[in-house]
């Protein structure tokens, strides 16, 4: 697997969705404010699902924006291209999205009272979503090769860079009260339960029906029904959705249908490895 793409401080990003002027406007120039949101994940995390969930608490559980504006616009990449212009139109508070690594993100965050949303998804079906994904994407040069998938997953040479790194750089800041970690399968078992904690650390006070319009409308089936919720104004010289679903099935575990038991066993010992200086424990790492 590879794709057009260069070096940012370490870190490795698309020729077609950023750039050296992106990147440096996010980190150095680009104005947070302390009502600011920010959807923080590593790729195929779960990231447009709290797109969808946090618009909905935004709006008390109203739907019509979620069914009007596409996802890409109602909580735009602060890292893409295409930020500047998008950031100019968003309302107050704004929900703003990445998939940076703490160290490359927008400087002027550490004084604001600007909160963040990190949600993590078990590695190894994130390295199962992204093996599909990339056959969308235009400027991916994908293959069928599964373990190419895991190699390049454990090498870091994705774009945004190693999962273990992303996630060590944002676990320095857990202890913080304007951060907030959730992970994909909690959202799965308990959406309801995961909506009220959002709506707690926002400040938000949503009725019971409410919440409950929050929950139904980010449901995996409404979204799919939703042609707002999975890029489907994306030009497919981007994202060809001929070639695979956005919303492709939305479960936990789909990874035991694809790695083998030698996989499993040398991405554990990988895992172990790089993630023991975390002191941190994951329902997965149980199963
Ligand atoms: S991206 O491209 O990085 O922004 O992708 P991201 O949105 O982070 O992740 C895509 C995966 O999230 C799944 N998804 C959902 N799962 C359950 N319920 C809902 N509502 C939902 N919405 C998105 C999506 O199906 C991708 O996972 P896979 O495993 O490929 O199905």
Sequence with gaps: MSFEQFMYKGVRFSTKIHSEDSLSF??????????????????????????????????????????????????????????????????HPRFITSHLPYHLFAKSFSTSKAKIIYTIRNPKDIIVSLFYFVKTLSFFKANNNFQDSIDYFLQGKGMYGSWFDHIKSWMQIKGDS???????????????????????????????????????????????????????????????QTKGSFLRKGVSGDWKNHFTVAQSEHFDKVYQERMKDLNMSFYWEQE
Excluded at 74 to 88: G, L, N, Y
Excluded at 179 to 204: A, M, N, P, Q
Excluded at 210 to 217: F, G, L, T, Y
Excluded at 224 to 229: D, G, T, W
């Design 26 to 91: 996010e980190e150095n120039e680009f104005e947070v404010f302390d009502d600011d949101v920010f959807n923080i994940t590593y790729p195929k995390s779960g990231t447009n699902w709290m797109i969808e969930i946090l618009n909905l608490i935004k709006h008390n559980g109203d739907a019509t924006i979620s069914q009007t504006v596409p996802i890409n616009q109602r909580s735009p990449w602060c890292e893409a291209i295409t930020f500047k212009d998008q950031v100019a139109k968003l309302t």
């Design 178 to 240: 304007r951060f907030f970690f959730i992970t994909y399968e909690e959202l799965l078992k308990d959406r309801r339960g995961s909506v009220v904690r959002l709506c707690k650390f926002l400040g938000k006070e949503l009725t019971d029906a409410q919440i409950d319009s929050v929950v139904e409308h980010s449901s995996f089936n409404s979204m799919k029904e939703n042609k707002m919720s999975y890029w489907s104004d994306v030009k497919s010289e981007i994202v060809d």
